[in-house]
Structure formats: C-alpha cells, structure tokens
C-alpha cells in the first residue's frame, strides 16, 4: 500500500485545479504535443488539448481520475516505463518530495522527455509559513517538507532553463497545505487537513490539540492581531516554484549550452 493509499481517499474533492496555477503551469509547457504527468494523481493541471500519459503508484488515486482523463499507468518517477525520448514535456507537479529517490526520478524525467516542469516549492518556506510556525513546527521535521531546492531540482535537470514563482491566490481551490492562508479556519476542518500530507502525516490527536489552539487564537484574535496583514493580500508568495527545464533529454543530458 502506497501512502497515498492511505492519505488519498478525498483527493479528488479537496484537491482540485486552481485555475491561475494551472495557466501558468499550461504556459510553461509551451509548444509541446506530448506530455508525460508523473505523480499525476487524479488527474489535476493534465492539459486537455495535447497528448497526455500520466504515471501513478496510488491505485486509490487512479481510481479517482474522472471519466476521460488520460491514460495512467501504474508506476513511479524512479524506473518510467518509457522508451528514451517518448515525450515533449514530462511535468510533475507537488510530486517530488514523495519520491524515494529524487536524484532517480529527475534523471528519469530527463531520459524520457526533452523538456521538464516541475512545480515543487521551497523547504525553508513550508517552516516559515504561519501554520507550521505558530501551530506545527513538526511539519517542518517530516521528510515531505524537505525536497531539494528548486535551484538544485534545476540543476540536476541540466541548469538550463528559469525558476518562476508560483504565487497562491487568496481564493486558491486546490486544497494544498499553504492554500488557506488567508482563509485560517478551513484548516479547522478535518476534511480540509486530510488532502494536505504534512497534516494528514501526523498523529490526529497532535493537529487536533493545535487546531484547537488556532481555534481559540481565532476567537480571541490573537490570529488577527500576528497574521492580520494578510487578510489585505490578493496573493502571497508560500515559496511554490515552477522549475522550467530546457536542457535534458538523451543525447544532451546534463549539458549547458557553451558548455
Ligand atoms: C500531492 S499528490 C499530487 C498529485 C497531482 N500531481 C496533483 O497535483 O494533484 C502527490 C502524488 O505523487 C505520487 N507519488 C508518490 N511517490 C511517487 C513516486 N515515487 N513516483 C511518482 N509518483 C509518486 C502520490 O501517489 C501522489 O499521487
């Protein structure tokens, strides 16, 4: 059983595409005819007007893709099972930091595609976010937090290519952990915790203790009084990034240009 055997089971309700990350990540495709979406999950940010295979280890995840979406095969980032080359794009979006081996799984994006996107986020801003500072600094110490840097995820997809910020709308549908930043009481919401797996990794009983606390810093507004300043923000920057990857693929794997 995979974890997200486990953790998946409302995936398809509380994760849904958020429309403005998905344009960008759309953009960052570019010209591309055929993509490859590893950790593709139940199908999210999936262009609809290119074609798509999608990877999953999750048969609970699979089995939420919605009628029509692409084609999903089981499998995972670190052994695809594709011929060198087979794609335009291989995309994975909040994906890398569930892999056992990340190193594995990005040269593998590189072996099957020429181009790669990967929207993955800042490690050091999953601790500076006011939820793990204030309320679960244990967050912080699980392995899903840390993810390589996206400089570093760049780097060992070729160095060439660009970094953009991926910005969170204060109105962000999909349900991903910094998605409430603005919206501090969905996250005394079970139903909200359990499509986020830095909460849906701890013990119970641990987030419920600290979403009590939030719930009594909200009555008393002691939320208000640290975090209030955010309530005047369209967007915040949580640390996700979109890596845009120019340079792998066989025959120039790991090369610059000049290089
Ligand atoms: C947070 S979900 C993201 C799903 C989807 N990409 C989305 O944006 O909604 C992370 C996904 O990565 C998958 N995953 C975990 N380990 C993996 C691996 N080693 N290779 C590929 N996918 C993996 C999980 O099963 C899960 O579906």
């Given amino acids: 059983m995979t974890t997200y055997d486990r953790i998946g089971q409302t995936y398809a309700t509380g994760r849904r595409p958020d429309p403005r990350v998905e344009a960008q990540i759309h953009r960052a495709l570019g010209e591309a005819c055929s993509v490859v979406n590893v950790g593709a999950g139940t199908g999210s940010y999936e262009p609809a007007d290119r074609t798509v295979v999608a990877v999953e280890p999750s048969a609970t995840m699979r089995r939420q893709r919605r009628p029509g979406a692409a084609p999903c ?6 052994s695809l099972p594709f011929t060198d080359g087979s794609f335009d794009v291989a995309m994975t979006v909040l994906s890398i930091h569930h892999w056992t081996d990340v190193e594995r799984g990005l040269t593998e ?3 099957v595609a020429r ?5 993955s986020y800042e490690p050091v801003d999953v601790v500076s976010f006011w939820l793990v500072d204030d309320y679960l600094p244990e967050i912080g110490e699980l392995a899903v937090s840390r993810p390589p ?8 997809l070729g160095g060439a290519g660009r970094i953009e910020v991926v910005p969170v709308p204060a109105d962000c549908v ?3 952990q910094p998605a409430h930043w603005q919206r501090p009481e969905a996250y005394l919401d079970p139903a909200v915790r359990a499509c986020a797996s830095g909460l849906a ?6 987030v419920a203790a600290r979403m009590a ?5 909200l009555a008393d507004g002691s939320w208000h009084r640290r975090h209030g300043h955010l309530l005047d923000r369209a967007e915040l920057d949580t640390g996700f990034r979109l890596v845009v990857a120019e340079g792998g693929g066989p025959g120039g794997v790991g090369r610059r240009p000049g290089r």
């Fill in 201 to 206: 990794l701890l013990p119970d009983d641990l």
């Fill in 174 to 176: 999909d349900g991903f």
């Fill in 73 to 78: 095969v089981a499998g995972v980032a670190e």
């Fill in 115 to 119: 181009r790669q996107v990967v929207l």
């Fill in 213 to 217: 606390r939030l719930a009594a810093d």
């Fill in 109 to 111: 994006l590189r072996r």
């Fill in 149 to 156: 840097r996206p400089a570093e995820v760049l780097e060992r």
